[in-house]
């Protein structure tokens, strides 16, 4: 069943511009997989889904074209059309998105390992993250800054 609702789940993001996991659910329980929200977050992580920005300004799952997932390549391209602009104190960095994104940005920044990194906290355009020493968090604001740039 797995294997069904994962091939559906690349056809649907293949046809459609979805937005959302919810988008994404729904769209499979009304071809007959019954799932939850929980389910489609791991089944998008199963297959390395990435959201991609469209000329809308919208962004979107996608798989990559080779159909393998290269984490840094979404990543890097969300980072950069999300970022605003960020700045640091001591072992915190406040990073500013456009709004809508920086939930989105949160994921990303929390899927890098980094035993610094304590976690993050995001609201709808203005991100905290969190390090454990000032030493650390010059260092990953540097990282972030090559990111973005």
Same mark, same amino acid.
């Given at each position: 069943?797995?294997?069904?609702?994962?091939?559906?789940?690349?056809?649907?993001?293949?046809?459609? =511009?979805? @937005?959302?996991?919810? @988008? !994404?659910?729904?769209?499979?329980?009304?071809?007959?997989? @019954?799932?939850?929200? *929980?389910?489609?977050?791991?089944?998008?992580?199963?297959?390395?889904?990435? #959201?991609?920005?469209?000329?809308?300004?919208?962004? +979107?799952?996608? !798989?990559?074209? &080779?159909?393998?997932?290269?984490?840094?390549?979404?990543?890097?391209?969300?980072?950069? =059309?999300?970022?605003?602009?960020?700045? #640091?104190?001591?072992?915190?960095?406040?990073?500013?998105?456009?709004?809508?994104?920086?939930?989105?940005?949160?994921?990303?920044?929390?899927? +890098? =390992? &980094?035993?610094?990194?304590?976690?993050?906290? *995001?609201?709808? &355009?203005?991100?905290?993250?969190?390090?454990?020493?000032?030493?650390?968090?010059?260092? +990953?604001?540097?990282?972030? *800054?090559?990111?973005?740039?």
């Amino acid at each position: 069943m797995k294997e069904k609702r994962h091939s559906a789940i690349i056809e649907i993001v293949q046809k459609y =511009e979805i @937005e959302t996991q919810t @988008e !994404l659910a729904d769209i499979l329980n009304r071809h007959g997989f @019954e799932v939850t929200q *929980a389910t489609v977050s791991r089944d998008i992580k199963d297959l390395g889904l990435t #959201k991609i920005p469209t000329p809308s300004g919208k962004y +979107i799952y996608a !798989l990559l074209p &080779d159909g393998k997932s290269d984490p840094s390549v979404g990543r890097n391209t969300v980072l950069k =059309e999300a970022f605003v602009n960020m700045d #640091k104190t001591g072992n915190l960095i406040v990073l500013k998105t456009k709004p809508g994104m920086a939930q989105a940005v949160a994921s990303i920044i929390d899927s +890098i =390992e &980094d035993k610094d990194k304590l976690g993050t906290i *995001a609201g709808d &355009d203005t991100l905290l993250i969190i390090c454990r020493t000032d030493e650390a968090c010059n260092r +990953i604001y540097n990282e972030l *800054a090559g990111m973005v740039s």
